[in-house]
């Protein structure tokens, strides 16, 4: 079992920029390929960026490339999610999930509770 903790959402501007943060229980955090999401109010859930579990693959949403960087930490058992030149359509509820294996797979089976991030105009 894993249990996902986001942070260091909050309200800020457009242009600006914020960090992410997914802090992970268990000892088996190395071995999980991990992912972020979002879900912007009367809109699905989608996929942001994801990390293999050793950190050496990533893959991006066309909308975040370039200005979003997804990162972890294995010794901390903690995913980062940079993001910069935030826009308005960034504005979500960012989830943070773990996938039982090491590849990205697109499969996740855990996920934390969400954290809001909201980008003024």
């Known amino acids: 079992q894993v249990q996902l903790v986001e942070s260091g959402g909050g309200l800020v501007q457009a242009g600006d920029s914020l960090r992410l943060s997914c802090a992970a229980s268990?000892?088996?955090?190395?071995?999980?390929?991990m992912g972020w999401f979002r879900q912007a109010p009367g809109k699905e859930r989608e996929f942001v960026a994801a990390?293999?579990?050793?950190?050496?693959?990533?893959n991006y949403a066309d909308s975040v490339k370039g200005r979003f960087t997804i990162s972890r930490d294995n010794t901390k058992n903690t995913m980062y999610l940079q993001m910069n030149s935030l826009k308005p359509e960034d504005t979500a509820v960012y989830y943070c999930?773990?996938?039982?294996?090491?590849?990205?797979?697109?499969?996740?089976?855990?996920w934390g509770q969400g954290t809001q991030v909201t980008v003024s105009s």
């Open positions: 990390i293999s579990a050793s950190g050496g693959y990533t």
């Open positions: 268990g000892r088996t955090f190395s071995t999980y390929a």
């Open positions: 999930a773990a996938s039982a294996t090491a590849q990205i797979s697109g499969i996740y089976d855990y």
